[in-house]
T-cell receptor, first 111, second 114 residues
Framework: KNQVEQSPQSLIILEGKNCTLQ??????????LRWYKQDTGRGPVSLTI?????NTKSNGRYTATLDADTKQSSLHITASQLSDSASYIC??????????FGAGTTVTVRA | DVKVTQSSRYLVKRTGEKVFLECVQD?????MFWYRQDPGLGLRLIYF???????EKGDIPEGYSVSREKKERFSLILESASTNQTSMYLC?????????????FGSGTRLTVV
């Protein structure tokens, strides 16, 4: 069964600090991996998408990495802001219609 | 920007009612999807559609049906709502079947069944 595991489940950081979220997956075959940000009560919004050949991609203060050999990805948030408080979801595509979703990491940024 | 619009942000319905959740996308995407999202479980696929009048079951179709009469509109139907269908429902659409590029979510509908 294709699975996507995210860690930690939640974390609290101080404004201005950095943090890293982890995503491990067993999806095979692999097509692409996406990170989404979901604000409370809203739909997920895409941050990055990486294919097999890409090992890093940035979107402003968000940087995602991918190691397709070990089936691991991370999302690094630099100089966190209060608006970064959200759930971050790792999503893996096996190339067909189906996406496999992680349960998400809830990030709380405190002033 | 691609826009996926869900008709209601919040809904409260009674047990046994027939419930319609509507979703409209404006980018001529072939694929449309309905998910439900519950704490700790992530998103789970209910139904999806590759084309008008086509539908396929996802992982948790029981208690739901769908309708796609026009390419831009995908409706989720709860024939007889039950309390265990209280959840956040998310619609999504995408452009290409093989790689699902441009995968975009709506803002969600929080449904409470009492």
């Amino acid at each position: 069964k294709n699975q996507v595991e995210q860690s930690p489940q939640s974390l609290i950081i101080l404004e201005g600090k950095n943090c890293t979220l982890q995503c491990n997956y067993t999806v095979s075959p692999f097509s692409n991996l996406r990170w989404y940000k979901q604000d409370t009560g809203r739909g997920p919004v895409s941050l990055t998408i990486m294919t097999f050949s890409e090992n890093t991609k940035s979107n402003g203060r968000y940087t995602a990495t991918l190691d397709a050999d070990t089936k691991q990805s991370s999302l690094h948030i630099t100089a966190s802001q209060l608006s970064d408080s959200a759930s971050y979801i790792c999503v893996v595509s096996g190339g067909d219609y189906k996406l496999s979703f992680g349960a998400g990491t809830t990030v709380t940024v405190r002033a | 920007d691609v826009k996926v619009t869900q008709s209601s942000r919040y809904l409260v319905k009674r047990t046994g009612e027939k419930v319609f959740l509507e979703c409209v996308q404006d980018m001529d995407h072939e694929n449309m999807f309905w998910y439900r999202q519950d704490p700790g479980l992530g998103l789970r696929l209910i139904y999806f559609s590759y084309d008008v009048k086509m539908k396929e079951k996802g992982d948790i179709p029981e208690g739901y049906s769908v309708s796609r009469e026009k390419k831009e509109r995908f409706s989720l139907i709860l024939e007889s709502a039950s309390t265990n269908q209280t959840s956040m429902y998310l619609c999504a659409s995408s452009f290409t079947r093989g790689y699902n590029y441009g995968y975009t979510f709506g803002s969600g509908t929080r449904l409470t069944v009492v």
